[in-house]
């Protein structure tokens, strides 16, 4: 499988200015990131975590595949720091997707838009749009085909530190259908450059991974070795959009085999946490004992979800020339 084109995402003073991809990014970059993202986090019931940082700034958030949490956290997040934003669901025809990505692109460039949040099923595309865009625009995805999905991967990390209060020495499993993941990709790039030793890919043969991708993590084809004494158990959905019929276990049978039920989490360490990126499939990759469960920490990586999209839009836009 392909990766994006990729395109540098720091600016030549270090600042972020694009962000298509962990891969690569600093530890120091996603730490600061981190730290950013962690000074947005409020306690439920209490007021969120607001400011005027960009106001003046405007974002679009364009997306060709559908999408709850990740549009509305993006939307929230450029609201809650005095951004104005504009949401298109484009729909193109893969044939001409590139370029009427570009077009589109560039209507909204000439309307001031100063960030684009896309999300796109054809790998490329975002690559496409970062380096063709003027010097003072940023791009930032909101999920890339299989290949990526950066703030995921950020919010995943934030709700694992949170829980843990370190990364390295933890036995971190995702299990599921990583062969079609873009959340499993930015979860692994961010969790090995944070210093997790023992990163585990937990799969059914048909839905592991090339050979030559997941470079230091473990793989695994049983579950019970996979989740075995494990910290972290982050369960995937099937990505049913991004392979042919053929290769589809069916509901049931793929939960007898592959279901997170509350006896097979007692494999793992008694204080693990449970993480889903949702939509989740209810009774197919995970019990709801399970997901409504307290070791399940679900929910607070949704609402880490609008901390990060502030800190890496606050990141983006107020570093560029002459600020937001
Ligand atoms: C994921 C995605 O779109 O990749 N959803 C999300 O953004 N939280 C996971 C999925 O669709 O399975």
């Not at 204080?271 to 889903?276: G, Q, W």
Request: with cysteine.
């Amino acid at each position: 499988m392909s990766g994006s084109v990729m395109t540098d995402q720091l600016r030549a003073d270090g600042s972020l200015r694009h962000l298509l991809t962990l891969e690569g990014l600093p530890r120091t970059q996603i730490e600061r990131l981190l730290e950013r993202s962690q000074g947005f986090v409020r306690p439920l019931g209490a007021t969120p975590a607001m400011s005027r940082s960009l106001a003046g700034a405007t974002v679009a958030n364009l997306f060709t595949e559908p999408s709850t949490r990740t549009r509305v956290s993006f939307e929230l997040a450029a609201k809650r720091l005095g951004a104005q934003v504009v949401n298109l669901e484009v729909q193109l025809s893969s044939r001409v997707k590139g370029e009427s990505m570009l077009d589109t692109v560039y209507t909204l460039q000439s309307l001031h838009v100063d960030a684009f949040v896309i999300r796109d099923a054809e790998a490329g595309v975002l690559g496409l749009v970062a380096a063709n865009v003027a010097p003072h625009v940023s791009v930032l995805s909101a999920g890339e085909a299989h290949v990526s999905h950066p703030t995921q991967g950020l919010l995943d990390a934030l709700t694992v530190y949170q829980r843990k209060q370190r990364f390295e020495g933890l036995a971190v499993a995702m299990v599921g259908d990583i062969r079609h993941s873009r959340v499993a990709r930015s979860a692994w790039h961010a969790l090995h450059t944070l210093g997790v030793g023992d990163l585990r890919i937990v799969a059914p043969p048909a839905l592991m991974p090339e050979r030559d991708e997941f470079a230091g993590c473990t793989r695994h084809t049983q579950l019970a070795t996979g989740l075995k004494d494990a910290d972290v158990v982050m369960m995937l959905r099937i990505q049913k959009e991004r392979m042919g019929q053929g290769d589809l276990p069916q509901g049931a049978a793929y939960f007898a085999a592959w279901g997170l039920t509350r006896e097979r989490l007692a494999l793992a360490r008694p204080d693990a946490i449970v993480m889903h990126p949702q939509p989740m499939n209810r009774g197919i990759e995970i019990a709801s004992e399970v997901a409504d469960g307290p070791q399940s920490v679900i929910r607070d990586q949704v609402r880490n979800g609008v901390a990060v999209r502030m800190a890496v839009l606050a990141e983006v836009l107020t570093s560029r020339a002459g600020g937001a």
